[in-house]
């Protein structure tokens, strides 16, 4: 048995990824179940990258960008949650990770002064690449299950999502 197969590792895995299933799915509770909720009023006060940010605040664009916040978050949790399609999630929430990263940033602090460069946001990326390295679909998920289907072994999409 190698050291990442041993059962503290698997267990380690797994409540590493319901740890961040709870993080999107409770952001998705705070923005999904409250009418009106908007992504906008935060991206038109980003710092550092604001010429940047600004662009998706507009009328048409920020409704866009809203929804897709609301639900990508509510989608990536309860992937994260299953355990299925983890490796797409996982690419989706690091890009997502990054992406807060910069708008919190008031270089070189990230949200506030005690954050030197580095926040949650970076250390939640890097947690979601490890669930994405070490399959953690796999542990305890569906993606085991998933990738043993034909819809899987006869979709290269699907199976690498699952795999």
Request: overall charge neutral; glycine content about 10%.
């Amino acid at each position: 048995m190698t050291a990442e197969n041993t059962a503290p590792d698997r267990a380690l895995i797994v409540l590493l990824r319901l740890a961040m299933a709870w993080v999107f799915l409770y952001a998705a509770s705070h923005q999904v179940l409250v009418p009106g909720w908007s992504a906008t009023g935060f991206l038109a006060h980003t710092k550092t990258f604001h010429a940047l940010f600004i662009l998706f605040t507009g009328p048409g664009i920020g409704a866009v960008v809203s929804f897709l916040v609301e639900y990508g978050h509510l989608l990536i949790g309860l992937s994260l949650l299953a355990g299925l399609f983890v490796r797409a999630s996982s690419i989706a929430a690091i890009g997502l990770m990054i992406l807060y990263w910069m708008a919190h940033m008031d270089f070189p602090f990230i949200s506030n002064h005690n954050n030197f460069l580095i926040d949650e946001h970076i250390v939640y990326a890097l947690v979601l690449a490890l669930l994405y390295i070490r399959s953690a679909g796999h542990i305890l998920g569906l993606d085991g299950w998933m990738a043993g289907r034909g819809l899987a072994r006869n979709s290269r999409l699907i199976g690498w999502a699952c795999g």
